[in-house]
């Protein structure tokens, strides 16, 4: 085995062993509203599910290199709200494009000409070209270092009905998602790809 002293690496070299070790990573494609009311969507790699009671989800923001807040991070202060989307392994040119420095109050999805409808439960509306996401509610911020952990609260979810298992007794859907229908996008070490699934059969 090799030791890697993690006191000894700069930072650049800390982000490459872990990213490269710790993979694939879930893909959190988050969508806020400025005080004017335009969107932004930028997408997260350090992303995961924390808690089911309550439903919670956490990504995390890296502050810029002059210690500037990012746009996604102004306005879940702001607002305390935010959409989460699962994006598919067929959309990484959409996602990566999603990650372009535009001037705040810019809208990344207008640019990429998606498409946004009305949310449910909070006013951040959501983009339809993704089949899965979840309104949140701002649970708590978290100060790591140069990075903010943003946990949100699950109000509630959107889910294309294509991608939904069906109890075997009754035809009825079930509030459960085939992971291998959805081939949600990962991301793996500098790249994108999908995620690894081993069959239990």
Not at 45 to 65: C, D, K, Q, W
Not at 107 to 122: D, F, M, P, V, Y
Not at 168 to 187: F, I, M, V
């Amino acid at each position: 085995m090799v030791n890697i002293d993690f006191n000894k690496l700069k930072r650049s070299e800390k982000y490459y062993l872990m990213t490269s070790a710790v993979v694939p990573r879930p893909i959190a494609v988050v969508s806020t509203m400025n005080e004017t009311g335009t969107d932004n969507l930028a997408s997260f790699s350090y992303f995961n599910a924390v808690s089911s009671e309550p439903a919670i989800l956490m990504f995390v923001v890296t502050h810029g290199r002059d210690g500037h807040k990012k746009d996604t991070l102004v306005n879940v202060e702001r607002t305390r709200e935010f959409v989460i989307h699962i994006a598919q392994a067929d959309q990484v040119k959409m996602v990566d494009q999603t990650g372009e420095a535009l001037p705040y109050g810019e809208s990344e999805r207008e640019k990429l000409g998606l498409h946004q409808t009305a949310s449910t439960w909070i006013a951040t509306p959501r983009v339809t070209e993704f089949k899965v996401a979840f309104e949140c509610v701002l649970e708590k911020l978290v100060e790591v270092g140069a990075s903010t952990v943003v946990f949100g609260r699950i109000l509630g979810a959107h889910v294309d009905p294509s991608l939904l298992l069906h109890d075997p007794a009754t035809g009825n859907a079930l509030p459960r998602l085939d992971s291998h229908l959805l081939d949600p996008l990962a991301r793996m070490d500098r790249n994108y790809g999908k995620t690894m699934m081993i069959s239990d059969d």
